[in-house]
């Protein structure tokens, strides 16, 4: 029997998150009955917490990966979701947040209608082992997704995922090249209706390992001075850092893009540190795109937000549009 989607939360004290998207369905607090009911194994993490509600231990990575074993099953219809150890385990709510306001932008472009089904395709640049964008974006939008990553091991357990749901409509690839983002993974006049990417964060592992012990002090857990903190939330030295950093890796996007430009029609890339902004706002510039705008998003007191570019003028995001409503596989822009 399909398993009905609910309305899940992602707070684990008393107080309901706020500001996440009004289609988000992890707004309210968890639903810990309803969890265990569909993924038993969650019950041995449940216990109050200091306001006495039900939560799980958000310190603990075997309690975040069981937590989001169940909530993909429970909203998402997913089963069987695991990945291999110290692979990034992302908080799900984060993730749907982040492709409810993608569709948004879609939608902009599309007489304020958010396009649904297979015929719209998205390229998820660093999928990951936990393929999470793309199992909720198909499940929430019908979308066909092409995964890339330039870890075999984490495309291996993301298939095994995609293979036990039989979700044709994902597919991976393998990225040869390192320090390349789209040459080598996208094919001759293949077209995409969104690229979406969450880059690494970090610079070096010992930022990584900085960012974690922050983590850990807000979660109650290590205090300033210990040493070499436990990556809570998981992540290989590739998930988490990159030659750069987040700014790095988003300007280098940037410019791959402008060799692709008529490929896609909306760039888009999360943007952890507001203090990325100012480069990739340069690069931007430098790259002549044509339109850019920064969507702000938040959760709790974390703040983040998505900056979104295009090449297309009016005139070509329309022919966009009209070739993309027949399932034209044509470039529209194709001269």
């Not at 510039?285 to 703040?303: C, E, L, N, P, Y």
């Amino acid at each position: 029997m399909p398993i009905k989607p609910a309305a899940l939360s992602n707070t684990p004290a008393r107080k309901p998150a706020k500001l996440l998207h009004p289609r988000n369905k992890h707004s309210g607090r968890y639903d810990f009955a309803q969890l265990i009911a569909v993924s038993p194994e969650l019950a041995a993490y449940v216990a109050p917490n200091a306001y006495g509600d039900r939560s799980i231990d958000f310190a603990d990575p075997q309690a975040v990966r069981a937590l989001n074993r169940a909530l993909l099953k429970a909203s998402y219809g997913v089963t069987g979701w695991d990945l291999p150890p110290q692979y990034l385990c992302p908080p799900i709510p984060g993730r749907a947040d982040a492709l409810h306001y993608l569709a948004d932008l879609l939608a902009r472009s599309n007489g304020g209608q958010i396009p649904y089904g297979a015929a719209i395709r998205v390229l998820d640049v660093g999928v990951g082992a936990n393929c999470v964008y793309p199992l909720i974006g198909h499940s929430e939008y019908g979308r066909s997704f092409v995964g890339s990553d330039i870890d075999r091991a984490a495309l291996a357990s993301a298939q095994a995922v995609i293979d036990a749901n039989h979700l044709q409509a994902i597919e991976l690839r393998f990225q040869p090249t390192r320090l390349s983002v789209f040459k080598g993974v996208l094919h001759a006049d293949e077209l995409f209706d969104l690229v979406m990417c969450n880059p690494p964060f970090h610079a070096s592992i010992d930022d990584a390992q900085a960012g974690s012990a922050r983590k850990w002090q807000n979660l109650g857990q290590g205090a300033p001075g210990d040493q070499a903190p436990r990556l809570n939330f998981g992540g290989q030295s590739d998930e988490l850092c990159c030659a750069g950093g987040e700014q790095g890796f988003i300007c280098r996007m940037i410019g791959e893009s402008a060799l692709i430009a008529h490929s896609c029609q909306w760039f888009t890339s999360l943007v952890a540190k507001a203090t990325t902004l100012p480069a990739v706002y340069r690069a931007l510039k430098s790259a002549g795109v044509h339109d850019s705008r920064t969507i702000a998003m938040a959760q709790g007191q974390k703040k983040s937000r998505i900056v979104a570019w295009t090449y297309l003028n009016e005139r070509q995001q329309q022919a966009w549009r009209n070739a993309r409503r027949g399932e034209s596989t044509r470039n529209p822009l194709a001269t």
